[in-house]
């Protein structure tokens, strides 16, 4: 028998099929089947050196800064469902996973109500990430960011059927200018607070 020489490429192509193999493997994710239960607090963790406490926060009510993102975030939300852009959902950083925020907007007083499923943002200045789709519903979408209000919220069970099939709950009432004046007062003396 005459011995065959190895080709030159067989490496090559051994980390062409190694790559192909583990590229495969990166299509089943297993998303865990979006619920209201069980709800998770979970433990502290770090994130870029600051620590993170969740809790179980039922009078939550804060002012700061809004944000959104979109596909950069990934495609697996911090409890194990699938990121939906479009959806009516949120990040945030010490919220149980799953609970439900009303979310204002301190310039035009339009309120939204959505559903918290994922951690972030993880900069100090911002409160609250939302979904594009939530952006969009609260009238942020094309600036980015925005001053809002995030009070922890238990809606009804319609609410919440809507919000976990990723589409908006009903309509909620637009802040009142008094109402608005005070929360502006709140991000002022808050961000005087800070400096």
Not at 133 to 151: M, N, P, S, T
Request: hydrophobic letters at 35%.
């Amino acid at each position: 028998m005459i011995p065959i020489a190895p080709r030159s490429d067989t490496p090559g192509l051994l980390a062409a099929l190694a790559l192909c193999a583990a590229l495969a493997g990166c299509g089943t994710t297993r998303y865990r089947p979006v619920s209201d239960y069980p709800v998770k607090i979970g433990r502290p963790y770090s994130v870029r050196g600051t620590t993170y406490r969740p809790a179980d926060l039922p009078g939550y009510d804060a002012v700061g800064m809004a944000s959104w993102y979109g596909r950069e975030s990934g495609n697996q939300t911090a409890n194990g469902e699938r990121f939906r852009v479009k959806g009516i959902s949120a990040a945030h950083t010490v919220l149980p996973l799953p609970s439900y925020v009303e979310v204002t907007a301190l310039d035009t007083g339009r309120t939204i109500l959505l559903r918290i499923n994922d951690r972030g943002p993880f900069t100090p200045s911002r409160l609250i990430d939302l979904s594009r789709g939530a952006a969009r519903l609260l009238g942020i979408e094309r600036r980015g960011r925005a001053a809002v209000r995030v009070r922890r919220v238990e809606p009804d069970a319609k609410d919440r059927a809507r919000l976990r099939a990723g589409k908006p709950a009903s309509a909620r009432p637009d802040a009142s200018p008094d109402e608005l004046a005070a929360l502006r007062a709140r991000l002022t003396d808050q961000s005087f607070q800070a400096q």
